[in-house]
C-alpha cells in the first residue's frame, strides 16, 4: 500500500462543534429577564421564610429572660427541660413508632391496592376510583365518632395501635390513586415477558416491576410519614395516658391557659421539625420524581 493510499484509508478526525456564543448584556435576548428580577424576589421570599425558622432557633437557646436578637451566650438548658422534664424523649419514641408502622402499612396496602386497579378491571373500577378521590374531601374530624366507637368495641382506647389504624386509613385513598398511576407508566410487556420466562405474576411483580416503583414508593411512605408525625387530632382523641402521647399533643401541653414557656416550646418544636427536615433532605429527588410520575394520567 502506497503513502496516499494509506493517508486515504485513515479517517479524518472529527472536530467537535463550536460551543454557542453566551448571550452577554449587549445581545441579550429580549424576552430573558435580569437576572436581578429573579434574585430579589427570591431573595425577598427566603427571608421572610427564614425568619421564622431564626425566630424559634433563637428562643430555644438564648437564656430564658433574655431580649438579645443573637442566641449568646447559647444554652441548651431548654432542649433539657422539654427532654427530660415534659417527657419529650417519650413522645419522641411514639411519634417515631406510629410514623414508621403507619409508613410501612400504608406503602404495603397502597401498592397491593394500587397494582390492582392499574392492572385488572373490574366492573366498580371507576365506582371505586371516584370513591377514593371523593373520600378526600372528608375532614378528619368527621371519623373521630365512628373511629371512636370502633376502637371502644375492640378495647384500643388508649393504644398506639388506633391511631396507626387510623392514621393508615386516612392516608391509604391518596397513596393508592398514586402508585396505581406510577404502575401504569411501566410497561406491561415486562411483566409478560417475565411469564414466558416462567415467573408467576408475584415473582413477576417482585423482580420486574417493585423496583421500577422505588420512587413512587418513596413518595407515598415519606408522605405517610410526615402526616402522621405532624397529625394531631387522632393522637389526642384516642390516648389517655400521658405516656402514650405523640409530639404534637406533647408541644400542646407546653401552652399553659396563664402562660407560656416560651424557651421550652421553642426547643420542643425544633425537636418535632428536626427528623422531618432529615428525611426530606435525603429523599427530596426520589420524592419530586415519585409525585412527578405518579400524577401522570394513565
Not at 8 to 14: E, I, N, Q, R
Not at 228 to 239: E, I, P
Amino acid at each position: 500500500m502506497s503513502v496516499k493510499e494509506a493517508t486515504k484509508a485513515v479517517p479524518a478526525p472529527v472536530r467537535a462543534a463550536p460551543e454557542p456564543p453566551r448571550p452577554s448584556k449587549k445581545n441579550r435576548s429580549w424576552d430573558e429577564a435580569p437576572r436581578w428580577q429573579i434574585y430579589l424576589p427570591l431573595s425577598i421570599y427566603l427571608v421572610f421564610t427564614l425568619i421564622p425558622f431564626y425566630w424559634i432557633l433563637l428562643f430555644s437557646l438564648r437564656p430564658a429572660g433574655s431580649t438579645s436578637l443573637v442566641p449568646w451566650p447559647m444554652t441548651f438548658d431548654h432542649f433539657e427541660k422539654v427532654w427530660t422534664e415534659r417527657a419529650f424523649g417519650t413522645y419522641f419514641q411514639n411519634s417515631v413508632l406510629v410514623g414508621v408502622a403507619t409508613l410501612l402499612m400504608t406503602t404495603l396496602v397502597a401498592l397491593a391496592g394500587g397494582y390492582a386497579l392499574a392492572r385488572f378491571n373490574f366492573k366498580v373500577k371507576r365506582a371505586f376510583m371516584l370513591a377514593l378521590l371523593c373520600s378526600q374531601f372528608v375532614p378528619g374530624a368527621l371519623l373521630l365518632v365512628p373511629l371512636f366507637e370502633i376502637f371502644a368495641e375492640l378495647q384500643m382506647i388508649n393504644s398506639l395501635g388506633s391511631v396507626i389504624i387510623a392514621e393508615t386509613v386516612f392516608q391509604l385513598p391518596l397513596s393508592m390513586i398514586l402508585i396505581s398511576n406510577f404502575i401504569k407508566n411501566v410497561p406491561y410487556s415486562l411483566e409478560e415477558a417475565a411469564w414466558v420466562d416462567g415467573c408467576n405474576r408475584f415473582t413477576a411483580f417482585r423482580i420486574v416491576v417493585l423496583p421500577l416503583l422505588r420512587p413512587g414508593l418513596i413518595a407515598v411512605g415519606s408522605f405517610a410519614f410526615v402526616h402522621s408525625w405532624n397529625h394531631f387530632l387522632f393522637a389526642l382523641m384516642f390516648l389517655n395516658n400521658q405516656e402514650k402521647q405523640t409530639i404534637p399533643v406533647g408541644l400542646n401541653t407546653l401552652m399553659g391557659a396563664d402562660s407560656v414557656d416560651l424557651g421550652a416550646l421553642a426547643a420542643g418544636g425544633i425537636i418535632a421539625a428536626v427528623p422531618v427536615v432529615i428525611v426530606f433532605a435525603f429523599i427530596q429527588k426520589w420524592l419530586i420524581t415519585g409525585f412527578s410520575a405518579g400524577a401522570v394520567k394513565g
